[in-house]
């Protein structure tokens, strides 16, 4: 049973520039949640996608985006990089319920380094 | 709003030695807490979770964790730790939720645990 999987691994981009990052969540899970885990410092909620609609957002600019898809695997798109956007972005998968009290499970992450 | 503090950004401890891993929260309602655990290079992984109950949590790799609501705390503790415990623990909390919808879970800054051989 695969877990949850991201890509690419790593990622360097300039600032200005647009990126892409993928995200395929556990086998069973409908729910994508993405955050943003600045060096040194604890994930940050960005969002997070059920029934391919955004459903809830934290406190991040609309230059984040995402996408939910029919086979619940999520894209998060990033606009105007900025040097402040270097980070690891962790997906993590769950059912659509409580989301409070279900497990999310988390995958290894994007490390995105812009220049 | 609510808050996690982790005051320990370190904490060094050797080996088959005990620890305790401290975390405060602030919320204004009723609260769900966690703990996770970040090996190197790689993503999350839910150590124990509280919800209601005893508060007394057991959970993984012989970890447990107490609630204790007047001193908003929720600190985890293992009675002999391994080389292979070595990793950041983040401790996050979330408001218990009405029916449906997603509550904001809230991460705190994380402890890096070093264990010494």
């Known amino acids: 049973d695969a877990g949850v999987t991201q890509s690419p691994t790593h990622l360097i981009k300039t600032r200005g520039q647009q990126v892409t990052l993928r995200c395929s969540p556990k086998s069973g899970h409908d729910t994508v949640s993405w955050y943003q885990q600045a060096l040194g410092q604890g994930p940050q909620f960005i969002f997070q996608y059920y029934e391919e609609e955004e459903r809830q957002r934290g406190n991040f600019p609309d230059r984040f985006s995402g996408h939910q898809f029919p086979n619940y695997s999520s894209e998060l798109n990033v606009n105007a990089l900025l040097l402040g956007d270097s980070a690891l972005y962790l997906c993590?998968?769950?059912?659509?319920?409580?989301?409070?009290?279900?497990?999310?499970?988390f995958g290894p992450g994007t490390r995105l380094t812009v220049l | 709003a609510q808050s996690v503090t982790q005051l320990d950004s370190q904490v060094p401890v050797f080996e088959e030695a005990p620890v305790e891993l401290r975390c405060n929260y602030s919320s204004s309602v009723s609260v769900y807490l966690f703990w996770y655990v970040q090996y190197p290079n790689q993503g999350l992984q839910l150590l124990l979770k509280y919800l209601s109950g005893s508060t007394l949590v057991k959970g993984i790799n012989g970890f447990e964790a107490e609630f204790n609501k007047s001193q908003t705390s929720f600190h985890l503790r293992k009675p002999s730790v391994h080389i292979s415990d070595t990793a950041e623990y983040f401790c996050?909390?979330?408001?218990?939720?009405?029916?449906?919808?997603?509550?904001?879970?809230?991460f705190g800054t994380g402890t890096k645990l070093q264990v010494i051989p």
């Open positions: 993590a998968s769950s059912y659509y319920r409580d989301l409070s009290t279900d497990t999310q499970y």
């Open positions: 996050a909390v979330s408001g218990s939720a009405n029916s449906g919808g997603y509550q904001k879970v809230t």
